[in-house]
């Protein structure tokens, strides 16, 4: 582990001058956390005994100056190199009445009671040059045995913000560390504060951990978190899959193929989604074998409910339930292939091919080589008909809308009719995609 952190410079020069001004100032937080492991920090925030008025006048003449937060002693400070940095005005928070904000701050001249009112060890350290690591509470300890542990009792911090529950897991997620015991007893008994929370932190809480490790969504159901924002996930859990292909229950097998997926939001939430109308769709036959009919569709219903719900943007809204759509369906031939790239496009038939993988990954392996070979065979299919330009879109159509009205067809909607019934020809009999041919089937259309 690193004992030297590389503060990016215009960092530096804002703990200088800070230091010239007779003021302390230390960079702090995540950045020295991400920075001891190795890892790269992605902003780097400033904590000092410098009121906010102060950081304004000393720093207006340098630096455009914004006044993030002034109540909670937060001002932002870009200089030359167009970075955003952060500096806050060691403080000591209020009463927290809504179980997410401080009611007041009351600044302080210490920094270890600045640190004090942090989430996580691991997260209440502090550095400069000048003094080196400033830990008050065991966060290098904590980072040396891959602990995520409270800065004085869990109960207190999680009644304070009850979203650290959630920054908990997603820390245990993002770095594979353990949660200490404190932790684990304390949030299956505050989780329902989690209801306090908006539904856009949440989201965003929920999107670093499916990232970083869906394995953790177990965990957020077992400690009772996540029945309160997604609650029809929970019956996958207790839905069994009696079924040769299947090795897990309908909760594991997603949380396995969430992990199979490369780290692209659309596509871990796709995994998440795609058989989580399973439970709706049970059915056993008099062999006591489990089928799963139609549950695409009750999947995609499930999953609009939810991402509305849950507020995401409506481009990605999109993306995850065509692919939840397709997920299961079977491509064996050509024409099938056309069809569907005319239906969802390339980018999605790619992705539809990494979707099935995972899938495939997170069911039984007895099963998986042959399956495997096949999906392989399908790829080396699709890349063949897009390097031969095979039409699958209007654009690809040899002949336009303007060809049409000179053969004499009606301008308007009739235009569009013929266009898309010679394209249905020619996504069934490639072949069909001249000129000559497009021309002669369309005399004969009306």
């Known amino acids: 582990m690193l004992n030297k952190i590389n503060v990016p410079r215009g960092a530096e020069d804002i703990l200088k001058k800070l230091k010239e001004s007779s003021y302390e100032a230390y960079v702090v937080g995540g950045c020295v956390r991400d920075s001891l492991l190795g890892r790269t920090p992605q902003d780097f925030d400033i904590t000092t005994n410098c009121l906010p008025e102060v950081i304004i006048n000393i720093f207006k003449a340098t630096h455009k100056v914004i006044p993030t937060g002034l109540k909670h002693g937060t001002v932002t400070l870009i200089g030359n190199d167009k970075i955003p940095y952060e500096i806050t005005t060691y403080r000591i928070d209020g009463e927290y009445l809504d179980n997410r904000h401080p009611e007041k701050v009351e600044f302080t001249s210490s920094l270890k009671n600045d640190l004090l009112r942090r989430d996580f060890t691991i997260n209440a350290l502090a550095y400069n040059h000048e003094d080196g690591l400033v830990d008050c509470f065991g966060g290098i300890s904590d980072l040396k045995n891959k602990i995520i542990r409270c800065v004085g009792k869990a109960n207190d911090r999680f009644n304070e913000d009850a979203l650290r529950m959630l920054r908990a897991i997603r820390f245990q997620a993002q770095l594979n560390f353990s949660l200490d015991r404190d932790i684990s007893e304390s949030i299956p008994n505050l989780s329902n504060n989690i209801k306090y929370v908006s539904i856009e932190r949440i989201r965003e809480e929920f999107n670093k951990i499916i990232i970083s490790d869906g394995s953790k969504v177990k965990q957020l159901y077992n400690f009772g978190l996540l029945q309160y924002f997604i609650p029809e996930f929970e019956s996958c859990f207790n839905t069994r899959q009696n079924n040769i292909y299947h090795v897990f229950n309908v909760g594991e097998h997603i949380l396995c193929s969430i992990n199979n997926i490369e780290k692209d939001l659309v596509l871990k939430l796709t995994m998440f989604f795609h058989d989580i109308g399973k439970p709706n769709c049970l059915s056993t036959d008099e062999k006591g074998i489990d089928h799963f009919y139609k549950h695409p ?29 397709y997920h299961d369906i079977q491509i064996t031939t050509q024409k099938q292939i056309r069809r569907l790239l005319n239906k969802i496009g390339e980018d999605n038939l790619t992705d539809l091919l990494k979707v099935k993988e995972a899938d495939i990954k997170a069911q ?83």
């Open 364 to 446: 039984n392996l007895d099963f998986y080589s042959e399956r495997h070979k096949n999906l392989k065979m399908l790829e080396i299919e699709i890349n063949n008909i897009i390097e031969e330009k095979q039409c699958f879109s209007l654009k690809d159509l040899n002949i336009n809308g303007n060809e049409l009205i000179e053969l004499g067809i009606e301008p308007g909607k009739k235009i569009g009719a013929a266009l898309n019934l010679l394209l249905d020809k020619v996504l069934e009999s490639p072949e069909l995609n001249t000129k000559e041919k497009l021309i002669e089937i369309a005399r004969n259309l009306y």
């Open 297 to 325: 569709k009750e999947s995609i219903r499930l999953a609009k409910e939810i991402l509305t719900r849950m507020k995401y943007d409506n481009k990605t809204i999109e993306r995850v339930l065509i692919l939840v759509e």
